[in-house]
């Protein structure tokens, strides 16, 4: 469903913007969707908008088809990007998982900011930020989408998110499109 309206109470979800994530093959230009990111996160601390900043640090136990890296990641794999401009308002959510929500205190801190929709953003589109925007609808919030601030591994995964899934969770909007209601919204 195309972008209709953002809550009084709505925050920003970035999802993996990391230095190890960033560094792999992307379907599109991983610096491109770091800028889109930040742009987001710009103005909603500028509204007064609670920000929170993901990183993935590990993966969940379990079997899994995809290989486990038997060397060890870069010392700043984990790191978000200096373009996001962290402050210290921000709320940083480290997971193990796929999915933003589980084994973190998100939606706890989401509930006790009062926020009843959340805008995602990150990489990679079909892995962390599709689980997340899944999680997010399940916990019973309006979510939307930010289209041109995804990115993934694959391009066929990428686009089956966007095309099949994200319309199913929630709204979806450009950045730009974002950026406008927020204004129009928050003034």
């Known amino acids: 469903m ?9 925050a920003l979800l970035v999802v993996d913007l990391q230095e190890g994530i ?22 909603f601390r500028a509204h007064g908008l609670p920000v929170v900043l993901i990183n993935v640090a590990g993966g ?15 010392p700043n794999w984990t790191d978000l990007v200096p373009q996001l401009q962290a402050s ?18 998100l939606d706890e801190y989401l509930r006790s900011a009062s926020i009843s929709q959340v805008v995602i953003a990150g990489i990679a589109t079909s892995i962390g930020v599709e689980s997340t925007a899944r999680s997010a609808h399940a ?34 909007g450009t950045t730009a499109e974002i950026l ?6 928050h003034q």
Request: aromatic share 4%; charged share 25%; proline share 6%.
């Open 88 to 105: 210290d308002d921000d709320r940083l959510v480290t997971k193990k998982s796929w999915d933003s929500f589980h084994g973190t205190a």
């Open 60 to 74: 969940a136990p379990g079997r899994t088809d995809l290989p486990r890296s038997t060397s060890a990641p870069k």
């Open 2 to 10: 195309s972008l209709t309206t953002l809550d009084q109470r709505t």
């Open 139 to 172: 916990h019973g919030y309006n979510v939307t989408l930010a289209t041109d601030g995804t990115t993934d591994l694959d391009a066929e995964a990428h686009y089956n998110t966007l095309e099949r899934i994200f319309p199913k969770l929630g709204e979806t």
């Open 22 to 43: 960033v560094s792999l093959p992307t379907v599109h230009p991983a610096a491109d969707i770091v800028g889109r990111a930040a742009s987001l996160a710009k103005a």
């Open 180 to 185: 406008t209601l927020l204004e129009q919204t």
